[in-house]
């Protein structure tokens, strides 16, 4: 069965402080990872897409990894503010040509990041 | 320009109800999906229009829920008679091109709940 794993559920940190979250995925062959943060009562906003190909790639504060060997991906924030307590979710999506489809995306459960000033 | 827009933002209605939800997608935007969280769960996709055709509704739970996108403008998700498992939030999401990486927005979201 394709799954998402995320770790930790949640975490609680200090304003300006780094933190890096981590996803594990079994889905196999995929397409690509991303992960999208969703504010408490709206709906997911992405901030990184990744093709299996590609290491890394940064939004801002926001820097995503990825290895497509040991099928993990983090993303770290940088100097965390306030605003960015939100669930982060990982999502990964299907290969299409091995019957995967556009919109059939598998989502982990996330992690609640908590930012305290 | 409008995001993803959705309708209502909550929904209280008991068992054995009928219940539709609405969904306005980004104008232009030729997909767009439906997905949901139950409580404690991942979001789960439902199904995916391609204008008014339904391109994949592989994760529709059973024949309680019927989408439709006529014109292909906005859809609407009935749930119908609603079920106590059927409580949660319903996304709805739109993107204009297709393809792997198509990027999808996603509406607010709407909770219902079956009570």
């Known amino acids: 069965k394709n799954q998402v794993e995320q770790s930790p559920q949640s975490l609680i940190i200090l304003e300006g402080k780094n933190c890096t979250l981590q996803?594990?995925?079994?889905?196999?062959?995929?397409?690509?990872l991303r992960w999208y943060k969703q504010d408490t009562g709206r709906g997911p906003v992405s901030l990184t897409i990744?093709?299996?190909?590609?290491n890394t790639k940064s939004n801002g504060r926001y820097t995503a990894t990825l290895d497509a060997d040991t099928k993990q991906s983090s993303l770290h924030i940088t100097a965390s503010q306030l605003s960015d307590s939100a669930s982060y979710i990982c999502?990964?999506?299907?290969?299409?040509?091995?019957?995967?489809?556009?919109?059939?995306?598998?989502f982990g459960k996330g992690t609640k990041l908590s930012v305290k000033p | 320009e409008a995001g993803v827009t959705q309708f209502p933002s909550h929904s209280v209605i008991e068992k054995g109800q009928t219940v539709t939800l609405r969904c306005d997608p980004i104008?232009?935007?030729?997909?767009l999906y439906w997905y949901r969280r139950v409580m404690g769960k991942e979001i789960k996709f439902l199904l995916h229009?391609?204008?008014?055709?339904?391109?994949?509704e592989s994760g529709m739970p059973n024949n309680r829920f019927l989408a439709e996108r006529t014109g292909g403008t906005y859809s609407t998700l009935k749930v119908q008679p609603a079920e106590l498992e059927d409580s949660g939030v319903y996304f709805c999401a739109s993107s204009q091109v297709e393809g792997v990486l198509a990027e999808a927005f996603f509406g607010q979201g709407t909770r219902l709940t079956v009570v």
């Open positions: 999502v990964v999506s299907p290969n299409l040509h091995y019957g995967g489809s556009q919109g059939n995306l598998i």
């Open positions: 996803c594990n995925y079994t889905v196999s062959p995929f397409s690509n």
């Open positions: 104008s232009g935007h030729d997909n």
């Open positions: 990744m093709t299996f190909s590609e």
């Open positions: 229009f391609v204008k008014e055709s339904k391109q994949d």
